[in-house]
């Protein structure tokens, strides 16, 4: 008898997690993702993304810029913003800063967004420097000149913006903060690459199957949705493996 009700028992939690993971999966699907980037926004690879997701990306611009100029985006299977979030009440909107703006250019861009969308969750995606310069941005505390890709800069817009919207919620990607532990870990002989460069397929861009899973994921991770490698399929498992370790690190 006591062993029939332990393989009810079991039975009945494995039902429970199968039925809540359904439901949590069902959620995620209907929710609603709008991304505003350049080039480090595509290789986060949007549209491996769950859910309805749209998104307008124009290649080597600045947030300022896009808001500007929305007209001609280089990736043309863009819905362009002020369409789309007029038009719609999005659930989650991530935005990606870019070199060419300075904090004060940032916040009052993202601002008019977040007027326009009142119930949205913001991300700013941090994006990442050129490999020839991310050590020297990353460990750079200036954030009054022009943006540049670190967590002082990051942290200055978060809490600007947090301050001039108290009851919104700000998030952020931390994809500048994996750049650097995959480099820490090189350093120390712990990554199965030579150096950072090893997963930048050009001076600023990611690698296809090294650089964008991480990406692709430290941008799941920023929406709330699960990891994945759809699309990811013929990454090596054993640099899978380690780029996952490093994505645990996010909170």
Request: proline share 4%; charged share 25%; glycine share 4%.
């Amino acid at each position: 008898m006591l062993k029939s009700l332990s393989v009810f028992a079991v039975c009945l939690i494995t039902l429970c997690f199968v039925l809540t993971s359904s439901v949590l999966q069902a959620e995620d699907k209907a929710k609603s993702y709008y991304l505003i980037g350049n080039s480090l926004t595509w290789d986060t690879a949007p549209s491996l993304l769950e859910g309805d997701v749209q998104w307008h990306v124009d290649c080597g611009k600045s947030l300022p810029y896009i808001m500007a100029h929305p007209e001609m985006p280089c990736v043309k299977t863009s819905t362009l913003w002020p369409q789309a979030l007029k038009e719609k009440q999005y659930d989650l909107i991530s935005v990606q800063t870019h070199y060419g703006a300075t904090l004060d250019e940032d916040l009052a861009t993202i601002s008019k967004w977040v007027d326009m969308q009142p119930n949205a969750i913001f991300i700013i995606h941090t994006g990442w420097a050129r490999s020839k310069t991310r050590a020297e941005e990353y460990a750079s505390k200036e954030v009054t000149g022009k943006m540049q890709h670190s967590p002082a800069y990051m942290k200055a817009l978060l809490a600007a913006l947090q301050k001039k919207y108290p009851e919104r919620k700000f998030k952020q990607t931390h994809a500048i903060d994996l750049l650097d532990q995959v480099n820490t870990d090189i350093k120390n002989n712990k990554a199965p690459f030579d150096e950072i460069t090893d997963i930048y397929r050009d001076a600023i861009h990611m690698k296809t199957d090294t650089g964008r899973y991480l990406m692709h994921n430290a941008m799941r991770h920023a929406l709330g949705q699960p990891r994945s490698d759809k699309g990811y399929e013929k990454v090596d498992p054993q640099v899978k493996q380690y780029l996952n370790q490093v994505l645990d690190t996010l909170k």
